[in-house]
């Protein structure tokens, strides 16, 4: 118990949280074909590039693919209850349309969980973290295409089988929200000119909800007592002025990111986004029984991530800010991480509580960090106070939220090694309590070394957050 005798609850799940394009590198290696991921060397706010002549660092990552037993080791060391990876899509179904799975991939994700069960680090499993196989864009279309919710069922239910007994927590898609910032990224979205964009977002947001309610339905079949849950970026948003009309746009803004919850968690599209598709000319295309499956596919907890708050403002004279998703209007009471994000410890309680008002299931924070350039000095360490100071902030805002009532199954920050960052597709923004000694042209030793927050976060998992 700490000072102030709060607590954590007993096997509350601490550890880190990776996607595969992100670090695996290793980009064809024994079967895998090529994502969306693999043509985006600028990250994903830019649009793709096919013609793959510009170096994308996702290709090679930080090597994860053959370093992965060394840095579970680490992870171990730090005293990890829990790992969040995401699979790779392509390492499973290198086209995403085929029936039979490849092998080797469904081996490398074998070993790996074999490796985390080793030091009983509980594996929290993505399906789908900000890639697809590169072929259903080009022949299908990304998630326009209703064909696609098929192929994903096809390849949840390939990796709920193989894994049924190493992996009970699992998400279907991460950010899901984020088909409408990141089109290619989120959904495998190309537009063709004069093409209704908006309305092809909502319809991929809707395939996903499908394809995300069948997985659910599938997983609780083939894995008893499996939790399966959704995953939103969180972006609360405050009111610039008390004026009610602040008030409203914030919480209109708010429900662009609910939406997605709300669907994924209670069954059913809120009214209010009836009205926004009828006010913008959205037509969704449903089939007979959508309805019904979205209710009988309901998610067991709310995944999300959480890295900074927004402000709406009816006065189109406030000053902007840029955050990798939004652009926003700036907060003047924060300050800002080096990319513009808006550091809120604060936000991160409010969400816990908004979420857990609204629909009264457990809640998990599967993202959370600092992304910031770190600095290797010549005696080989790594002084990041300042990401210590941030996770620091918001891990106290999480433990008031506990207080508060909120249930919380765990906290996986992101990034726990340095890896490729998803909006700049470079290494210089880190998140890391190890670095890597890798840089964004893909150059260094690779080594990993420790940094001072590696041996602050163990201490806080060793004391279940009483150090905080
Ligand atoms: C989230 C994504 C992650 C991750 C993180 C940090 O939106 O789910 O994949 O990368 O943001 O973002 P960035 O890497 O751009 O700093």
Same mark, same amino acid.
């Given at each position: 118990m700490n000072k102030m005798g709060k607590r954590f609850p007993e096997g509350f799940l601490w550890g880190g949280a990776v996607a595969a394009n992100q670090l695996e590198g290793a980009y064809k290696a024994d079967g895998k074909g090529l994502s969306t991921a693999d043509v985006s060397p600028y990250?994903?706010?830019?649009?793709?590039?096919?013609?793959?002549?510009?170096?994308?660092?996702?290709?090679?990552?930080?090597?994860?693919?053959?370093?992965?037993?060394?840095?579970?080791?680490?992870?171990?060391?730090?005293?990890?209850?829990?790992?969040?990876?995401?699979?790779?899509?392509?390492?499973?179904?290198?086209?995403?349309?085929?029936?039979?799975?490849?092998?080797?991939g469904l081996a490398f994700y074998d070993n790996l969980f074999d490796e985390l069960k080793k030091y009983n680090i509980e594996p929290v499993v993505t399906i789908s973290h900000y890639e697809m196989p590169l072929a259903?864009?080009?022949?299908?279309?990304?998630?326009?295409?209703?064909?696609?919710?098929?192929?994903?069922?096809?390849?949840?239910?390939t990796v709920f089988t193989r894994y049924k007994d190493k992996v009970k927590y699992w998400m279907t898609f991460n950010?899901?929200?984020?088909?409408?910032?990141?089109?290619?990224?989120?959904?495998?979205?190309?537009? *063709? =000119? !004069?093409?209704? #964009?908006?309305?092809?977002?909502?319809?991929?947001?809707?395939?996903? &909800?499908?394809?995300?309610?069948?997985?659910?339905?599938?997983?609780?079949?083939?894995?008893?007592?499996?939790?399966?849950?959704?995953?939103?970026?969180?972006m609360v948003t405050y009111p610039y002025t008390s004026k009610?009309?602040?008030?409203?746009a914030a919480m209109q803004q708010d429900r662009q990111t609910l939406f997605f919850s709300d669907v994924q968690?209670?069954?059913?599209?809120?009214?209010?986004?009836?009205?926004?598709?009828?006010?913008?000319?959205?037509?969704?295309?449903? *089939? =007979? !029984?959508?309805? #019904?499956?979205?209710?009988?596919?309901?998610?067991?907890?709310?995944? &999300?991530s959480y890295y900074m708050s927004f402000v709406a403002s009816t006065d189109p004279e406030h000053q902007k800010t840029s955050g990798n998703l939004l652009e926003g209007v700036k907060n003047p009471y924060l300050a800002s991480s080096e990319w513009g994000w808006q550091i809120d410890p604060k936000g991160l309680r409010i969400v816990l509580n908004q979420l857990h008002d609204r629909y009264q299931?457990?809640?998990?924070?599967?993202?959370?960090?600092?992304?910031?350039?770190?600095?290797?000095?010549?005696?080989?360490?790594? =002084?990041?106070?300042?990401?210590?100071?941030?996770?620091?902030?918001?891990?106290?805002?999480?433990?008031?939220?506990?207080?508060?009532?909120?249930?919380?199954?765990g906290y996986t920050s992101w990034g726990p090694?340095?890896?490729?960052?998803?909006?700049?597709?470079?290494?210089?923004?880190?998140?890391?309590?190890?670095?890597?000694?890798?840089?964004?042209?893909?150059?260094?030793?690779?080594?990993r070394i420790k940094k001072k927050s590696f041996h602050w976060y163990k201490e806080v998992i060793e004391t279940n957050g009483e150090s905080l």
């Amino acid at each position: 118990m700490n000072k102030m005798g709060k607590r954590f609850p007993e096997g509350f799940l601490w550890g880190g949280a990776v996607a595969a394009n992100q670090l695996e590198g290793a980009y064809k290696a024994d079967g895998k074909g090529l994502s969306t991921a693999d043509v985006s060397p600028y990250g994903i706010m830019s649009p793709p590039d096919e013609s793959m002549t510009a170096y994308n660092l996702y290709h090679d990552g930080i090597d994860f693919y053959h370093k992965y037993k060394e840095d579970i080791a680490l992870f171990a060391e730090m005293g990890f209850k829990a790992f969040r990876l995401s699979i790779a899509w392509t390492r499973i179904f290198p086209n995403g349309d085929e029936t039979e799975p490849n092998e080797k991939g469904l081996a490398f994700y074998d070993n790996l969980f074999d490796e985390l069960k080793k030091y009983n680090i509980e594996p929290v499993v993505t399906i789908s973290h900000y890639e697809m196989p590169l072929a259903l864009v080009k022949n299908y279309g990304g998630w326009k295409n209703r064909k696609v919710v098929e192929f994903y069922e096809h390849f949840a239910r390939t990796v709920f089988t193989r894994y049924k007994d190493k992996v009970k927590y699992w998400m279907t898609f991460n950010e899901i929200n984020v088909i409408l910032h990141a089109p290619f990224t989120g959904g495998g979205l190309l537009f *063709e =000119e !004069g093409e209704n #964009q908006k309305n092809a977002q909502y319809q991929g947001a809707h395939h996903q &909800f499908i394809a995300s309610a069948l997985a659910v339905k599938a997983g609780h079949e083939i894995i008893p007592g499996s939790q399966i849950g959704c995953m939103i970026a969180s972006m609360v948003t405050y009111p610039y002025t008390s004026k009610p009309e602040d008030m409203f746009a914030a919480m209109q803004q708010d429900r662009q990111t609910l939406f997605f919850s709300d669907v994924q968690a209670r069954g059913s599209y809120p009214g209010y986004m009836k009205r926004f598709f009828r006010d913008n000319n959205i037509e969704i295309v449903m *089939e =007979e !029984g959508d309805e #019904q499956l979205l209710k009988d596919g309901t998610v067991d907890y709310i995944g &999300f991530s959480y890295y900074m708050s927004f402000v709406a403002s009816t006065d189109p004279e406030h000053q902007k800010t840029s955050g990798n998703l939004l652009e926003g209007v700036k907060n003047p009471y924060l300050a800002s991480s080096e990319w513009g994000w808006q550091i809120d410890p604060k936000g991160l309680r409010i969400v816990l509580n908004q979420l857990h008002d609204r629909y009264q299931k457990p809640l998990f924070i599967v993202e959370n960090g600092l992304g910031a350039v770190d600095t290797l000095s010549t005696d080989g360490t790594v =002084e990041d106070d300042y990401r210590i100071d941030y996770l620091q902030s918001h891990l106290e805002e999480v433990r008031e939220a506990i207080e508060d009532g909120v249930e919380l199954i765990g906290y996986t920050s992101w990034g726990p090694i340095d890896l490729v960052s998803a909006s700049t597709a470079e290494l210089r923004k880190r998140y890391g309590y190890i670095y890597v000694d890798r840089d964004s042209e893909g150059k260094g030793t690779n080594n990993r070394i420790k940094k001072k927050s590696f041996h602050w976060y163990k201490e806080v998992i060793e004391t279940n957050g009483e150090s905080l």
